[in-house]
């Protein structure tokens, strides 16, 4: 995949997706699988705000059916079976303990109902070919039980604990990269780093917009038929600068932090209700996830960060509902902020805002042919929205309804029946890599084409990071994966900076990987290094 930049100027596309987050990469391959050609920029990396800074879940929001949204619950749990199916490397089942807590028998039935309920809306669960994705329903345990499983349980009050199912995202930013792929396969124009700076509008119908190249500084118009706008935090922003108006479509931006810190359970996840709202506590590669707030932001969605009164009141509320946590702010290995793009449904917090998702078509709110807006949803509904997205504009294109193939099709690295046995297989072709469970999950079936980049160079299949990833993975990502910065490599094509700051030496030995592809100076190289350290300092302090 390589950026497809003379294309964009070049060509007139039936489609044009601006933004490249989780929504606006599943229009792209739902569309392109649908024969139509399509064209997708984004302003800065690929799934590198939202789409990467949430809890990694693939869930169906089991706390929406406290607002009787019923729908919204049986869709998320609908879609988190396809997306076991067709990336079963990068989704896998992850086990839940809901503590009770000081609760009485009047809550343990209520949760019992809501599960009970929950069981039911999944009933397909378990209806995947794969044994190691299927998914019980929920289960009971006593408080003994309960601590033996996950000892940071036994705190005062505890009356025991439910266990049941969702799944868990091992790279948000590498599935999302995936479904790019997948489109750039059925010959979708793609880009990242190419800002849209204003519509192209000629009698009374958009035709695309102009651009710029935030890589060379070019400047070009991209020629669409229709215009798709899903820059989710920035949709609403992009679209009253463009029509010079407020939009019609109301957006609310709800901000998410996540702490990651040295591993607090076992096995299973934590869902802990705490007043009016809950937390949750994530094993994840070997470290504990703990989030997330959920708070309205009224800022600018690009200076949207963690600082040190976020993580001292987040520790403080989480300490408190569950002391045995004992968290202290020296054990913080990395952070990371995102903005929920919520649909402003009159909810007065974005707690309690629903998850839906909307889409506007800009005719009937500003009588403006050829423009579509794609607000709200969930990381788990993305796909089924994207198909919503492609229903609505194949007749405005004139073409006749074509069947939607994307929850059937694997995604590119996803060829896999039986992920335990396909792991088991790659460690047995490939006894010298370090940590191939990590590689085989970042990469899935296409992992073989990463270790070709070190078939004349065995020292790149050499562990680069504590992390384990390799240097042709590096390499891959440049040449193969529009990778362009040293943050898009340690962020979002490797691991290498997922757990925390990368040393010196790590730094080291990725940035001097990508200025032999890419011809850094050494200026350039030394920007690259100090750029990325800056993901690692809190808003407002070194941290």
Not at 144 to 152: F, K, T, Y
Not at 187 to 199: K, R
């Amino acid at each position: 995949m390589r950026r497809a930049v003379s294309r964009l100027s070049g060509e007139t596309f039936d489609v044009l997706v601006l933004g490249g987050g989780i929504t606006g990469a599943c229009i792209a391959r739902d569309a392109s699988k649908r024969g139509l050609s399509v064209a997708l920029i984004e302003r800065r990396d690929f799934a590198g705000a939202t789409s990467a800074n949430n809890s990694k879940l693939i869930h169906g929001g089991l706390r929406y059916l406290r607002n009787l949204e019923l729908r919204l619950v049986r869709e998320s749990l609908g879609a988190r079976r396809i997306w076991q199916r067709i990336a079963p490397h990068l989704v896998h089942p992850l086990p839940f303990l809901v503590p009770l807590l000081h609760d009485g028998l009047f809550e343990r039935a209520k949760l019992e109902a809501g599960l009970t309920l929950y069981d039911a809306l999944s009933y397909d669960r378990a209806r995947l070919d794969d044994p190691y994705q299927r998914l019980p329903g929920h289960s009971w345990l006593g408080r003994n039980e309960a601590i033996a499983q996950e000892s940071v349980l036994g705190t005062e009050g505890l009356q025991g604990a439910f266990l049941y199912y969702d799944a868990q995202m091992y790279s948000p930013e590498r599935l999302a990269l995936e479904c790019l792929i997948d489109a750039d396969q059925e010959g979708a124009a793609v880009a990242n780093y190419v800002e849209a700076q204003a519509l192209l509008v000629h009698y009374g119908a958009v035709a695309g917009c102009s651009a710029q190249d935030g890589i060379s500084g070019d400047t070009f118009d991209i020629r669409a038929r229709q215009t798709i706008v899903a820059a989710g935090p920035w949709t609403d922003l992009f679209l009253e600068k463009a029509l010079h108006k407020p939009p019609a479509c109301k957006l609310k931006r709800s901000k998410g932090i996540h702490i990651v810190v040295p591993s607090r359970t076992a096995r299973h996840a934590l869902t802990v209700a705490a007043a009016d709202t809950h937390f949750f506590v994530l094993p994840w590669r070997g470290h504990t996830i703990l989030g997330t707030t959920d708070t309205a932001f009224t800022g600018d969605p690009d200076a949207a960060g963690v600082r040190e009164p976020d993580i001292a009141q987040f520790f403080d509320f989480m300490n408190r509902h569950l002391p045995t946590m004992a968290l202290r702010r020296s054990e913080v290995e990395h952070f990371y902020a995102g903005l929920r793009p919520l649909v402003d449904d009159g909810s007065k917090d974005t707690y309690g805002a629903s998850r839906r998702a909307e889409i506007v078509d800009h005719v009937q709110t500003d009588n403006l042919a050829g423009l579509v807006s794609v607000i709200g949803g969930k990381w788990t509904t993305s796909r089924e929205l994207a198909e919503q997205v492609t229903d609505r504009i194949l007749p405005k294109l004139g073409k006749s309804h074509r069947p939607c193939t994307t929850a059937a099709a694997r995604m590119p690295g996803g060829e896999i029946d039986d992920f335990l046995a396909f792991e088991r297989s790659v460690a047995q072709e490939y006894p010298e890599l370090q940590n191939i469970g990590h590689l085989v999950r970042q990469y899935g079936r296409a992992l073989p084409a990463v270790l070709r980049q070190g078939a004349e160079r065995p020292g790149l299949l050499q562990p680069i990071a504590t992390t384990g990833d390799i240097g042709a993975q590096v390499i891959h990502a440049v040449q193969e994966e529009m990778a362009q910065t040293l943050e898009d490599v340690i962020l979002r094509r490797t691991g290498i900076g997922q757990l925390g700051a990368p040393s010196p030496a790590e730094l080291e030995t990725v940035s001097r990987l990508m200025a032999q592809q890419l011809d850094w100076n050494e200026a350039r190289r030394q920007a690259e290094i100090e750029a990325s350290r800056g993901v690692y300092r809190t808003a407002d302090g070194p941290g």
